[in-house]
């Protein structure tokens, strides 16, 4: 895995991902639950994005061992993926939908974390590795990637503007 550190570095900039996503798309005017919603997806996504690796510890169990083998079926691209476009339908209908997509953002931002380093991930069924580094190494990169992404989705969803304008109209009115 790429270090625990850039897991969560990373984990931060899908929170804001899946925030900036669920206030443009899963909005319109629900008011406080409205704002539950984006704050509930921005906490899933941070979680989410170390969740492919303590969903194979057995921390239930009390003991450190993995009930299954390392980056198998908690790492499955298509899972994760499937997550992501199931909660983005449900958007806006279902209050369950925005944690949902936070979570399934973090965890697919921390396959795309994993998918340089050598062990590579599972997205269809074979593990594939893109090979550029091992763990630990050039997570300045995958860090830096993944804040642009963030940026990137931000200033797509227009997230500053409208939100400022809304909160003005709101005070005027
Ligand atoms: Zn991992």
Redesign the pocket.
Same mark, same amino acid.
């Given at each position: 895995?790429?270090s625990s550190k850039a #897991?969560h570095a990373t984990g931060f900039a899908a929170g804001v991902i899946a925030a900036a996503v669920v206030a443009r798309i899963g909005g319109g005017s629900h008011g406080g639950a409205f704002y539950v919603g984006v704050l509930m997806s921005f906490v899933a996504g941070v979680g989410g994005s170390t969740a492919?690796?303590w969903l194979e510890v057995a921390w239930w169990s009390g003991s450190r061992r993995l009930w299954i083998a390392h980056?198998t079926l908690t #790492?499955w691209g298509i899972g994760w993926i499937a997550l992501l476009a199931v909660s983005y339908r449900e958007l806006g209908h279902s209050v369950y939908a925005a944690p949902a997509f936070g979570f399934g953002c973090g965890g697919l931002m921390?396959l795309l974390a994993?998918w340089p380093n050598p062990l590579g991930v599972p997205w269809i069924a074979r593990r594939h590795s893109l090979n550029l580094w091992n763990s630990g190494h050039c997570d300045l990169i995958v860090v830096a990637a993944s804040w642009a992404a963030a940026w990137f989705v931000g200033r797509h969803m227009g997230l500053p503007d409208i939100h400022g304008l809304d909160l003005l109209q709101q005070l005027r009115l």
């Open positions: 895995m790429a #897991h492919p690796d980056r #790492h921390h994993d």
